[in-house]
């Protein structure tokens, strides 16, 4: 499967750690999931990234629930917008993630993990309107889509 | 900064001029059968858990094989174990 890929450069690290790259950095972060191997073995834990650079920064949080750590991002590091998992079941869901978005102190949410399986299938329009309560924009850009932000 | 969605937890920001995704889920997730891998070109790919790299990750685009993996260290160790041909920037 590996080979299939072709996955040449590799960048191993740990929470807490940055990379330095071409655009600029990239920190890991702690997740709160599972993480297994395909073949069973360790997967370590998972995590999610903040990612400096000279056209602003932006926090993935990666699948995860909420948790208070986040507020240490947003102490740390002026974010322009947060990815954050919205589908619920498997990771937080939007009343989390507005309180996510808080933590890291973004006003703008891209919404992700969602709508793919149908445990985490979600009311839109329900969504929305619990991030406006919230006072954040949720961004879904429909798949394809590009914007700016 | 232009942001491209690619369906479930999968995206694409142009920053700095150039493009960070994440963690991979395109051509076994039914909701992206119109994303073309061939046209995502990343520089970097962030994977952000070890979950993501199973049978249904999709496979890279042949542009996107010149990029840097960003991975939690065990999902690196795992990769270089698996491909002697894996190499630490």
Avoid at chain 1, 35 to 47: E, L, T
Avoid at chain 1, 80 to 86: E, K, Q
Avoid at chain 2, 18 to 34: D, E, V, Y
Wanted: net charge neutral; aromatic share 8%; with cysteine.
């Amino acid at each position: 499967m590996v080979r299939e890929k072709g996955i040449r450069n590799i960048q191993a690290m740990n929470h807490g750690g940055a990379a330095r790259t071409s655009f600029g950095r990239v920190k890991l972060t702690a997740a709160i999931h599972s993480s297994s191997m395909p073949d069973g073995s360790y997967g370590g834990n998972p995590c999610g990234f903040v990612v400096e650079s000279s056209e602003g920064n932006f926090y993935y949080s990666g699948d995860t629930a909420l948790t208070s750590d986040m507020r240490l991002i947003g102490e740390q590091t002026q974010l322009r917008f947060a990815a954050l998992p919205i589908g619920d079941f498997y990771t937080m869901g939007i009343t989390d993630a507005v309180r996510a978005a808080d933590l890291v102190g973004v006003n703008k949410i891209v919404g992700v993990h969602y709508d793919t399986f149908p445990p985490i299938q979600i009311d839109r329009d329900a969504a929305q309107k619990t991030a406006a309560a919230g006072g954040k924009e949720l961004l879904l850009p429909a798949i394809g889509e590009s914007i700016e932000i | 900064m232009k942001l491209t969605y690619y369906g479930h937890a999968c995206f694409a920001v142009s920053a700095g001029g150039r493009l960070c995704s994440s963690t991979p889920f395109i051509s076994q997730n039914p909701l992206a059968g119109k994303i073309d891998l061939e046209k995502i070109d990343a520089d970097f790919i962030l994977v952000s858990m070890a979950t993501a790299i199973t049978s249904r990750t999709s496979p890279l685009s042949r542009n996107a094989l010149r990029a840097t993996v960003i991975a939690p260290f065990e999902v690196g160790e795992w990769f270089e174990k698996k491909e002697s041909g894996t190499s630490r920037p």
